[in-house]
């Protein structure tokens, strides 16, 4: 009791003896599957599928882990949730990538529009919708919200290009927000093309709002109640990282009580800095997450890291960055650092 012996029997079948080899072993078995380098699996997250309560994996995962084990989850002692049903063809795949490009294109692309009145009210509206989009998620899964959250993305970028002042402000936050879901939904969904989520983002940090300015509104709204808007405010403060007010405030965003979404964008925000900053608030907030679905999503947004400095022929930069941090002050910083730069022990 208490252990997923079907997944650990299947992992020693093919000769992966430990869970830290299984985890490398199936990270490098999906970029070679999936042809994308930046399919993780962390040691973390294989031991939690060797536990008690090893939930279920993301679709894209799934088949990775059919394809290196030839059995599918639910044959391997996973948790199969209602409604599963087994991808056994791969050709939808490339059919959502083109959807998703045809979706955010729009607010990648500039050119007129025929102007409109745009009424201020929109904004809550869409603010009280995408509220209602991700508790569906929780219920629905992926695939049934994407054309609806992707149409009102839509609509919300050809809203922006009418309103003028307040309302184009007020629209600029909520289209960050949506962008980011729907970068969520596709992730998701095993269809991960990260570079457009953040268009709108980017459009917003350009645009404070009078008497405030961004720092000030990105420190406001990481208070706010709603997922959405922490997320971009933990993407917008990784730019300020560096400032003594703004740390603590990372690192409870990095470690948001209520949703993993807000830890994953914070952290990505951080990481793409690509200095030592940022790698150290998120090493930091990983030694001190005690939940283990915030570690798990950290713990991925660091090897995801790794494999990212590697790919651009970064690694020496990497293993300075490691250095410095192994002899930091902080002893989780230090502990964290050390666990990464240890041969066959990353996360």
Not at 51 to 76: F, K, M
């Amino acid at each position: 009791m208490g252990r997923n012996d079907a997944l650990r029997a299947a992992r020693l079948r093919v000769g992966w003896r430990t869970v830290e080899q299984a985890a490398i072993k199936l990270t490098e078995h999906g970029q070679r599957v999936l042809d994308d380098r930046q399919f993780t699996v962390s040691a973390r997250t294989w031991r939690r599928w060797e536990g008690e309560r090893p939930g279920w994996p993301s679709e894209e995962t799934a088949i990775v882990i059919h394809d290196a084990l030839g059995r599918w989850p639910e044959d391997l002692g996973f948790t199969t949730p209602l409604g599963w049903i087994r991808p056994e063809h791969h050709e939808e795949a490339d059919v959502k990538r083109r959807a998703f490009m045809s979706v955010t294109a729009a607010a990648l692309v500039a050119g007129p529009m025929a102007p409109q009145h745009v009424d201020p009210a929109l904004i809550t509206y869409f603010q009280q919708q995408l509220e209602g989009h991700y508790r569906a998620d929780m219920f629905l899964g992926p695939h049934d919200l994407i054309g609806t959250v992707s149409a009102q993305y839509q609509l919300i970028d050809k809203l922006v290009r009418s309103a003028k002042g307040e309302t184009r402000r007020g629209l600029l936050r909520v289209g960050a927000a949506y962008a980011a879901l729907v970068g969520w939904l596709y992730q998701d969904a095993g269809v991960l093309v990260s570079s457009c989520t953040i268009s709108l983002q980017a459009v917003w940090l350009c645009e404070p709002g009078p008497g405030m300015d961004r720092l000030t509104a990105a420190l406001r709204d990481s208070e706010s109640e709603s997922w959405s808007r922490r997320a971009a405010a933990g993407r917008q403060l990784a730019a300020w990282a560096e400032r003594e007010e703004v740390g603590p405030v990372l690192e409870r965003l990095l470690l948001d009580a209520h949703d993993t979404a807000v830890t994953q964008e914070t952290a990505q925000a951080l990481l793409e800095r690509r200095d030592l900053v940022g790698l150290r608030a998120v090493l930091a907030a990983l030694s001190r997450a005690e939940e283990w679905w915030t570690a798990d999503q950290l713990d991925g947004e660091v090897f995801g890291y790794q494999s990212w400095m590697i790919a651009d022929d970064r690694t020496d930069e990497f293993v300075d960055q490691l250095a410095r941090l192994a002899a930091d002050q902080d002893k989780g910083v230090r502990d964290e650092a050390l666990r990464m730069s240890r041969p066959g022990k990353q996360p």
